[in-house]
């Protein structure tokens, strides 16, 4: 069966230093990619998509970037963080005609 | 994108029914209908989706309206971890269904 990994589970960080967040999908090949975001008290916000190796698509501009070095690593960045880049980031996993499916999300704060 | 509207809460007892609606006025011939749902401190959950006819799984029920304006998520006992907020979406076809336009949703409480 498939599963989805995403770590850090919590981080707190202070602005302006680097960010690098982790998912990998174990268990199927090709998945498309996501990245998601919620703000605090706020609905879900699609940040980067990717469906395939090396091709990210960027949803909203914003401090922050991603990358697909492996078919099933997808990996979210920033090189200074802001205070309003705090939030609760998801990562989540599609297949041809399957739903999405999320991870357990990584609660960062920037101080 | 159309957009669906969703009662902010919705309060059930343990064990009893609970019909969550959704009203999406706008949408197109080809949306379908997507449900969501959240537990505190996790990421969002499949519940279940379906284009015009009904559907049935595990988790829920999902009743659409004949001319597909409304629809209502049907758990049919709801237990202590049903507690959740619940997303009503739509989306174009299956190419879509990764770009989720996520709302405010329902927040559900189970009283046991």
């Known amino acids: 069966s498939q599963t989805i990994h995403q770590w850090p589970a919590t981080l707190v960080q202070p602005v302006g230093s680097p960010l690098s967040l982790e998912c990998t999908v174990e268990g199927t090949s090709n998945p498309n990619l996501y990245w998601y975001r919620q703000a605090a008290g706020r609905g879900l916000q699609l940040l980067f998509y990717s469906v395939g190796i090396g091709q990210i698509s960027s949803e909203v501009p914003q401090n922050l970037s991603a990358s697909r070095p492996q078919d099933r690593q997808f990996i979210l960045s920033s090189k200074k963080l802001l205070l309003s880049d705090s939030g609760f980031y998801l990562c989540a996993w599609r297949w041809r005609h399957s739903p999405l499916h999320f991870g357990n999300g990584t609660r960062l704060t920037v101080t | 994108d159309a957009k669906t509207t969703q009662p902010n809460s919705m309060e059930s007892n343990e064990e009893e029914p609970v019909h969550l609606p959704c009203n999406h006025s706008?949408?197109?011939?080809?949306?379908?209908i997507h449900w969501y749902r959240q537990l505190p401190s996790q990421g969002p959950e499949y519940v279940i989706h379906?284009?015009?006819s009904n559907v049935n799984n595990r988790m829920a029920s999902l009743a659409i309206a004949e001319d597909r304006k409304s629809s209502t998520l049907i758990l049919h006992r709801a237990t202590l971890r049903d507690a959740a907020v619940y997303y009503c979406i739509l989306s174009p076809p299956t190419d879509s269904w990764g770009k989720l336009q996520f709302g405010a949703g329902t927040q559900v409480v189970v009283t046991p």
């Open positions: 706008t949408i197109s011939g080809t949306d379908y």
């Open positions: 379906g284009l015009t």
